[in-house]
């Protein structure tokens, strides 16, 4: 046993610092980012993503994202065979666990593979488990680089910088990075297991960066205040589930609680998940994530426009003419911790 001293932050720990800006207007930053990846593939967007959720992980969010240049991790649970031709979008990532079934399609060797064939036109995959830290995750990592060397590989989740670098350097492009942060996961609470956020943003993106790797952000953003934040610490993506959630591109219906209009948002390590995807919770685990009613939000769009322009206003504050420079001018400053609640 060992004990860290060193005092690691979150996003409600911090505020940007302003700075002198000779940026006239918010229209001035440009919010698209020009990716090149280890790799050799190219990407370019606006690097906000939907979370692969169920709630949030759909192909109604994907619609609107990709109009906004922006990416949807799709839940693993939708049929990637749908004949919707939404599925051919680019923009829309298809999203895999370690399950038997998620590996045997995703690494059979058969040329009649139809997964190979679907993946065929993306540019991304990726690889979600809630633990990345075991040695069989980073080998099908390593074995998924080998048969699709011209896919972006999204890899995690991890909090560190050493696991960073082993990802990466198995053949991940960008790193999901988040233990416990997001508004319905417990594992944190369930298991003691995590990190403050921000400071495993900071860590993991130096590490990523030394090596030519990226990271996306994943979790813990309450405001559009924390996405810039995520962003001035170092992330190259921010990834979002609880702050999409409530909205109509959202799954489920609006139902109403105490006479106000809800929608259902759940973790995908919660009860309900487990209860709808594999039979309920396991004997040998505990749910690590909880069920929610969140009051509903309408469409999507004016949530997404919320979120573009506090990352523009944190821009024009610090003086970054667009998105790639605002690490390089992000100071942050302290906030005592009784006041944490007057920034959430």
Request: charged share 25%; glycine share 12%.
């Given at each position: 046993?060992?004990?860290?001293?060193?005092?690691?932050?979150?996003?409600?720990?911090?505020?940007?610092?302003?700075?002198?800006?000779?940026?006239?207007?918010?229209?001035?930053?440009?919010?698209?980012?020009?990716?090149?990846?280890?790799?050799?593939?190219?990407?370019?967007?606006?690097?906000?993503?939907?979370?692969n959720m169920d709630s949030t992980g759909t192909v109604e969010m994907g619609r609107v994202f990709s109009k906004n240049d922006m990416v949807t991790c799709l839940s693993k649970h939708i049929d990637m065979f749908d004949t919707d031709s939404d599925l051919e979008d680019p923009n829309m990532v298809p999203s895999y666990g370690m399950s038997v079934d998620d590996r045997n399609a995703l690494l059979s060797g058969s040329a009649e593979n139809m997964t190979r064939a679907f993946l065929e036109n993306k540019a991304f995959i990726c690889l979600d488990v809630a633990n990345g830290y075991m040695q069989g995750f980073v080998d099908y990592v390593r074995d998924v680089r080998q048969l699709y060397p011209d896919k972006i590989i999204i890899a995690g989740n991890?909090?560190?910088?050493?696991?960073?670098?082993?990802?990466?350097?198995?053949?991940?492009?960008?790193?999901?990075v988040g233990i416990g942060p997001g508004s319905v996961c417990t594992t944190r609470k369930v298991a003691g297991v995590g990190y403050p956020q921000l400071s495993a943003v900071i860590e993991c993106a130096?590490?990523?960066?030394?090596?030519?790797?990226?990271?996306?952000?994943?979790?813990?953003?309450?405001?559009?205040?924390?996405?810039?934040?995520?962003?001035?610490?170092?992330?190259?993506?921010?990834?979002?589930?609880?702050?999409?959630a409530g909205h109509d591109e959202c799954e489920g219906d609006v139902v109403e609680v105490d006479g106000i209009a809800h929608k259902r948002f759940y973790g995908m390590s919660s009860t309900t998940a487990m209860d709808r995807h594999s039979g309920g919770v396991a004997v040998h685990r505990a749910a690590?994530?909880?069920?929610?009613?969140?009051?509903?939000?309408?469409?999507?769009?004016?949530?997404?426009q919320e979120i573009l322009g506090g990352l523009r206003s944190a821009c024009t504050y610090v003086g970054a003419e667009n998105l790639k420079a605002l690490p390089k001018c992000t100071t942050f400053v302290r906030c005592r911790r009784q006041l944490n609640n007057i920034f959430q």
């Open positions: 046993m060992r004990i860290e001293t060193e005092e690691k932050l979150d996003y409600s720990d911090v505020l940007i610092r302003p700075k002198r800006s000779t940026l006239t207007s918010r229209k001035n930053v440009s919010l698209k980012r020009d990716f090149v990846f280890r790799h050799g593939q190219e990407w370019t967007g606006v690097p906000v993503v939907a979370a991890v909090v560190t910088a050493e696991m960073t670098e082993a990802l990466i350097l198995a053949g991940a492009d960008i790193v999901k130096d590490a990523a960066h030394g090596i030519g790797g990226h990271i996306m952000a994943d979790g813990g953003c309450t405001c559009p205040g924390d996405v810039a934040k995520a962003f001035g610490a170092g992330a190259d993506f921010v990834m979002l589930g609880g702050m999409l690590e994530g909880k069920t929610v009613d969140v009051p509903y939000r309408g469409a999507v769009q004016d949530t997404i």
